[in-house]
């Protein structure tokens, strides 16, 4: 039997370098093990808590879509799907509300956090929270539970959500008997949370964040925005605590890697290590980045893709929805 690896990423802005290395680039390494089924979705109805402008919902969708196929990943092998094509998640989580205590939502870090903010803004608790970011943490055990998931590659930010996927399956299995597979998250190490512009995390959210597909001039503006240390050029410098030498990590070859190391150890100016950083990352991205804007020119193609990977999806969704209706007594 397979392993199934799943997950998703919701179209609420633009893909940024956060996005690609703490969750793309480690789902499509992990595409490629042979003993792996993956399955890789848009979590469009994820996104709709956030984005209510219908052009930009449904640009923000293609974006996501485009940005992993751009990057190599290949519909053959992954079941590549837009959530909102796949009903049966949306049955699914119903049920699962029904075996969702209220208070583990209210313990949800994204739900909390918008309190905690409106708490020190002195406004309405609930201000800005609708019911899709309070139960937000459901969809997602759907998501994951629909498809009998072993591991869910994520950035730590998502880890409660799959521990709240796990205690949600764990209470249904208590009552009806074996029935979901408990998942497990996977973090890829290292780059658990990469931080942007202003050395916080990089997030949509901070507006500090460098988007992946950048035209080259863009891409070598922020890199250069990239906060530092105010050391002298020719002072030694800490490869392991700089940011733009993780960033170079993610993009260059063994051999580059370990080279620069070594210039970084013995002095290098970070004018010229942004310099080094750009030409590895504009190197990479160059191809994914034309394929990304081809393919933003043909949407009639990414929805042919994401309709046959909703096929597949369903094909397992479906009986497996089944099944589970009639151990709460729905179906005979
Ligand atoms: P954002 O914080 O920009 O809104 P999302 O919440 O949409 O990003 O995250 C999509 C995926 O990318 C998640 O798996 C998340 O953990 C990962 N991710 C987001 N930002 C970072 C980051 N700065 N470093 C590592 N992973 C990240
Ligand atoms: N909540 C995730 C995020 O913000 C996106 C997501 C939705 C997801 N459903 C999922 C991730 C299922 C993994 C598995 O990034």
Redesign the pocket.
């Known amino acids: 039997m397979k392993k199934t690896i799943l997950?998703?990423?919701?179209p609420?802005?633009q893909?940024?370098?956060?996005?690609?290395?703490?969750?793309?680039k480690p789902a499509l390494d992990l595409a490629k093990v042979p003993h792996y089924q993956p399955a890789y979705f848009v979590?469009d109805f994820h996104g709709l808590t956030k984005i209510h402008q219908a052009d930009e919902f449904k640009q923000l969708s293609y974006g996501i879509a485009a940005t992993w196929l751009a990057l190599g990943l290949n519909p053959e092998k992954v079941i590549f799907y837009k959530q909102s094509d796949v009903a049966e998640i949306f049955e699914l989580n119903w049920i699962l509300s029904c075996f969702t205590p209220k208070g583990l939502m209210n313990r949800a870090h994204a739900y909390k956090g918008i309190v905690e903010q409106n708490r020190e803004m002195d406004r309405d608790l609930d201000d800005g929270v609708n019911m899709g970011i309070y139960t937000y943490p459901i969809l997602m055990a759907a998501d994951i539970l629909s498809f009998q998931t072993n591991i869910v590659?994520?950035?730590?930010?998502?880890i409660q959500h799959v521990e709240i996927a796990r205690d949600i399956a764990e209470t249904f299995n208590h009552h009806y008997g074996e029935t979901f597979v408990l998942p497990d998250y996977q973090?890829?190490e290292g780059?658990?949370?990469?931080?942007?512009l202003d050395g916080r995390?990089?997030?949509?959210?901070?507006n500090n964040?460098i988007p992946l597909f950048e035209e080259p001039k863009r891409l070598q503006k922020l890199i250069n925005k990239i906060k530092t240390d105010s050391l002298p050029p020719a002072a030694p410098k800490n490869p392991d605590t700089s940011i733009v030498f993780a960033l170079y990590k993610e993009f260059a070859t063994e051999a580059q890697i370990e080279k620069m190391a070594e210039c970084y150890r013995s002095g290098i100016g970070w004018g010229e290590a942004k310099k080094e950083l750009f030409d590895v990352m504009n190197h990479f991205l160059e191809e994914p980045r034309e394929t990304y804007k081809e393919l933003m020119g043909s949407p009639k193609r990414i929805d042919e893709i994401l309709e046959n990977g909703a096929e597949r999806a369903r094909a397992i969704a479906k009986p497996f929805l089944k099944e589970i209706k009639r151990k709460i007594g729905v179906h005979m």
Do not use: F, R, W
């Not at 590659?153 to 998502?158: H, L, Y």
């Open positions: 997950t998703g990423i919701k609420t802005g893909i940024h370098l956060g996005n690609y290395i703490g969750a793309i979590a590659p994520v950035g730590k930010d998502q973090v890829q780059t658990e949370l990469l931080p942007g995390k990089m997030s949509k959210s901070y964040t």
